[in-house]
């Protein structure tokens, strides 16, 4: 259980800082209550981590030398993918795609929700974007797969608490945060993270064969 509880609290805590859903954390934080918004931000979250975890073992399911083979070729995959991108980004280049992403899927958003907003609406405003956001990101696959090989529990709490902990930088101090952290980098590690955990599913196979 530990050892999803980690696995989960890193890849989550290192791949969503500075992400998408980061950003519609930050925006909407200046817009409306900062504890409505944690509020709807982590429910989704958690709901999202949970659905990937159900999602996880329900592939357990299938036989387990297809469901390693594929968790370690998406680890790589993604943790690759990464690398390139990170590698062919400018030093100076800052977070602005993502943030002009969720800037655009605040305001589409917004433009629905004329009347004056209440606690009840900003936390379901903040939970549906965060959720659609969220779904089919590469951080709710990685979910999956590491609830393949890890502790439920462990998994749920570990991922919860990253996105809490991003959540929270997000809503506090999101734009400020954001703007001094490097897109590069951020992409660099993220990507070396889940080549990390790509090569650990691989080693963790080959001694469950040996």
């Given at each position: ?6 696995a989960g ?9 500075g992400?998408k859903?980061f950003?519609i954390?930050?925006?909407l ?19 999202m ?13 299938f ?14 995959g ?6 390139y991108d ?8 800052g977070r602005?795609g ?9 305001n589409?958003?917004?433009q ?7 606690g ?26 590491l609830?393949?090989t890890?502790?439920p ?13 991003c ?18 980098w ?9 080549v990390?955990?790509?090569i650990?599913?691989?080693?963790g196979?080959?001694?469950a064969?040996?």
């Open positions: 259980m530990i050892t999803g509880f980690t609290l890193l890849l989550i805590t290192l791949s969503e800082l992400d859903t950003f954390g930050a925006i934080a200046m817009r409306y209550p900062r504890r409505w918004v944690f509020l709807g931000v982590v429910s989704a979250l958690a709901l981590t949970v659905l990937s975890v159900g999602l996880g073992q329900i592939a357990v399911l036989p387990q030398h297809y469901v390693k083979g594929l968790a370690i070729a998406l680890f790589f993604f943790g690759l993918k990464l690398l990170a590698y062919r980004m400018s030093p100076r280049c602005s993502e943030e002009s992403e969720a800037m655009d899927a605040v589409d958003c917004s629905l929700q004329q009347a004056k907003m209440v009840r609406m900003i936390v379901f405003q903040a939970l549906a974007l965060t959720f659609a956001a969220e779904w089919g990101d590469r951080t709710q696959i990685a979910t999956m797969t609830a393949t890890n502790h529990l462990g998994v749920v709490a570990g991922a919860t608490l990253g996105h809490a902990i959540a929270a930088i997000a809503i506090t101090a999101g734009r400020l945060v954001a703007g001094r952290i490097s897109e590069r951020l992409t660099a590690i993220g990507g070396a993270l889940f990390l955990f790509g650990v599913f691989a080693a196979s080959v001694g064969i040996a």
